[in-house]
């Protein structure tokens, strides 16, 4: 390979790398599921949150398609993204690249923190807005709302933003993260999330929550747990208009004798505002309505409760249904912590850390809007395929999209498309499954001293064997 030819194929032109990146994510058609991301839109938001970024080996678009690498690899590991990207390279007829790590990790650091987060966002309203109306709930759209922890590397700069629990030594814990997290039901793409420190009072759930909302809009159906059931966080979402389902909170008493009666068991309950909690302002206390119109109803062992009134509109059995959906986001949920493995975060910084998580959103919303278009071809709800199995019809088909000629991307992108609408998931209504695991762990102690300090002793003991050999 010449010096001249070596130039070019490292200064790959921005457009090429646009077109690779969607022909990754099947974003390279007319349909309205197959163009979420246009490439003007996606050149632009990188102007927007990158606009000094020079067209070098690890421009900030390849730099985030290994970083995508690393998170749907079973590897996760750096080393790991970069042989992927020679392989890449290779494959396309460009010069090699080097199996070097710390020009990709520098790569990594330069970017914004604010890219990826942006590009999962407007990916998530792109397919909300462009969603079929079947995914929806008479035409209205619903979103789950939830949390979940993940911890990271045990680094002083880890620990002084997301400390370990109180209740661990220092040196035997690791940081820990909350992150509370939006996802809309239909097309099952995270819409917005917040993440903190996981250490007690105005860290928790219901307080993360008040940081989002953005992607709340009036006319939308909100399901959540009944942690998430206190006064003023009912209050703020009525107040917005967006409707709730969800079930009471266990301290708080529900009498059906008072209130006015919509059926049996069924009724509209008055809630008093209560007294101003510390954290709220009396400014912001003040806005907070003096009391609620609340709907309590009770279907079997739960008692839901609602802001949709009209009894005629929605029936109990209907708010049973909905309530019942919720369980989607602890699969969703689960699917990024165990599936795309961010349940132990590799980063050992929190800036770092928190790209990471964008970039494992970023990766699954991509991987729900190929799922979408696989529904919408096979005529399903996006529900009803299986999550892994597009993962990993995504990963065998990765190379080939990318590195694949003009003519032959078409193909590739119709047989991805129907092998993933292939894998349905087994209808199973009603199923319970036992919260206890088979497998026996494995019989290792747990480090009760430092690592280092228990690595010492060990070397003593050593040391003191080998006198005894010698003496």
């Known amino acids: 390979m010449n010096a001249t030819k070596i130039f070019h194929a490292d200064v790959r032109s921005f457009e090429n790398q646009v077109k690779q990146f969607l022909n990754r994510f099947v974003q390279n058609g007319v349909d309205a599921l197959s163009g979420l991301f246009k490439p003007r839109q996606l050149e632009d938001l990188i102007k927007e949150h990158s606009p000094k970024y020079r067209n070098r080996l690890y421009s900030p678009l390849t730099t985030i398609g290994m970083f995508l690498d690393q998170v749907f690899s079973a590897d996760h590991s750096c080393q790991d993204a970069v042989a992927q990207e020679l392989s890449n390279r290779v494959a396309q007829d460009l010069s090699e690249s080097s199996l070097n790590t710390g020009p990709y990790c520098k790569a990594r650091k330069r970017l914004s923190s604010t890219l990826l987060p942006a590009l999962c966002k407007t990916l998530a309203d792109n397919l909300l807005q462009t969603q079929s109306n079947s995914w929806r709930w008479r035409g209205r759209d619903i979103k789950i709302i939830d949390g979940v922890t993940v911890l990271m590397p045990d680094t002083s700069l880890n620990q002084a933003t997301y400390p370990q629990s109180k209740q661990q030594k220092d040196g035997l814990g690791f940081p820990i993260m909350r992150i509370v997290a939006i996802i809309s039901l239909g097309c099952g793409t995270v819409m917005e999330w917040v993440q903190g420190a996981c250490c ?154 928190a790209k990471e998580v964008a970039a494992h959103f970023l990766g699954y919303n991509l991987v729900r809007s190929v799922m979408a278009q696989a529904a919408n071809k096979v005529n ?18 990765a190379q080939q999209l990318c590195s694949g000629i003009n003519d032959r991307i078409n193909l590739l992108c119709d047989v991805l498309i129907r092998s993933i609408g292939k894998k349905k998931l087994p209808h199973r209504p009603g199923r319970v499954e036992p919260r206890a695991v088979k497998r026996r762990p494995k019989g290792h102690v747990f480090l009760t001293q430092v690592r280092a300090v228990l690595k010492a002793q060990l070397q003593v003991q050593r040391d003191l064997k080998m006198v005894g050999v010698f003496a």
Request: net charge positive; aromatic share 10%.
């Open 380 to 397: 399903c709800m996006p529900r009803e395929l299986s999550f892994k199995a597009a993962l990993q019809q995504l990963r065998a088909f």
């Open 200 to 353: 007690g009072k105005l860290t928790g759930e219901t307080s993360m929550f008040r940081q989002l909302g953005k992607s709340l809009n009036s006319c939308d159906i909100l399901l959540m747990d009944r942690y998430y059931a206190g006064y003023f966080t009912v209050a703020g979402l009525m107040v917005k208009g967006v409707d709730f389902v969800c079930r009471q909170h266990q301290k708080r008493k529900t009498d059906f004798e008072k209130g006015r009666r919509l059926g049996k068991r069924d009724h509209i309950a008055i809630w008093l505002r209560p007294i101003r909690p510390k954290w709220m302002t009396p400014e912001d206390y003040e806005k907070v309505p003096v009391s609620l119109e609340v709907r309590e109803t009770r279907v079997g062992d739960w008692t839901l409760i609602t802001s949709m009134k009209d009894e005629k509109y929605v029936i109990p059995l209907q708010l049973n249904e909905l309530y019942g959906w919720r369980w989607h986001i602890e699969l969703d949920l689960r699917a990024i912590k165990s599936v795309l493995q961010m349940e132990m975060l590799r980063c050992k910084t929190p800036d770092m850390v």
